[in-house]
Nanobody, 123 residues
């Protein structure tokens, strides 16, 4: 069973930064592309980023390009999402996910995702 665990969310003020983590306690993520997506109340799921397994190349949604950065530490079996210059509209639950048939980006459908981590941006 694939288990993904997101962490690092919290309540922050506009303009601040957060670094989210995605870990897999009993699953090696190194062979798979890892995506981050978010979902805000009343809104559709929004894909944010993807990092490929083969060369750690990345892709980003246009809406967050330049503020978000995803990276991978294979030794720690962890994928990160750095979010800078946070805005109130970034408030959402953030998830990491995989498609077990995809090692490279893009990834448009997901087989597994975690429980999410809440990011709230408010002054």
């Amino acid at each position: 069973q694939v288990q993904l665990v997101e962490s690092g969310g919290g309540l922050v003020q506009p303009g601040e930064s957060l670094k989210l983590s995605c870990a897999a306690p009993r699953f090696t993520m190194g062979s798979y592309a890892i995506v981050w997506f978010r979902q805000a109340p009343g809104k559709e799921r929004e894909g944010l980023s993807c990092i490929s397994a083969t060369d750690d190349s990345t892709k980003y949604a246009d809406s967050i390009k330049g503020r978000f950065a995803t990276s991978r530490d294979k030794a720690k079996n962890t994928v990160y999402l750095q979010i800078n210059s946070l805005k109130p509209e970034d408030t959402a639950v953030y998830y990491c996910a995989i498609n077990q048939r995809r090692s490279v980006c893009p990834v448009t459908t997901y087989d597994y995702w975690g429980q999410g981590t809440q990011v709230t941006v408010s002054s």
